[in-house]
């Protein structure tokens, strides 16, 4: 069974920085690639940032600038994926969440979810 487990978060005044950090294990075939979402009650979950096996990077516009995604795929049997989050805004609270995009034969890659974290920015 694929495992997702996310640590970091919390809270912090606005212009602060807090990092999130995500490991997933546990998979037979590898991945393809790991992203950040988010969330807020109401709306749907939105991509903030993702990461490709061969390191190519994707951002929101929102995070631009800002935020930077960053992974250690070195050990076949784990990847580690971090987001780094600088000058934070009230805009940034939201339950954040890491997906592991998994190999699996015969169907591609499957997304798995962590259990999500919040992060609260106060003005």
């Known amino acids: 069974q694929v495992r997702v487990v996310q640590s970091g978060g919390g809270s912090v005044q606005a212009g602060g920085s807090l990092k999130l950090s995500c490991e997933a294990s546990e998979y037979l075939y590898g991945t393809c690639g790991m992203a950040w979402y988010r969330q807020t009650p109401g709306k749907e979950r939105e991509l903030v940032s993702s990461i490709k096996d061969d390191g190519t990077t994707r951002y929101a516009d929102s995070v631009k600038g800002r935020f930077t995604i960053s992974q250690d795929n070195q050990d076949a049997e784990k990847n580690t994926l971090s987001l780094q989050m600088i000058s934070l805004k009230s805009d940034d609270t939201a339950v954040y969440y890491c997906?592991?995009?998994?190999?699996?034969?015969?169907?591609?890659?499957?997304?798995?979810w962590g259990q999500g974290t919040q992060v609260t920015v106060s003005s």
């Open positions: 997906a592991a995009e998994v190999r699996r034969p015969g169907i591609g890659c499957f997304k798995y």
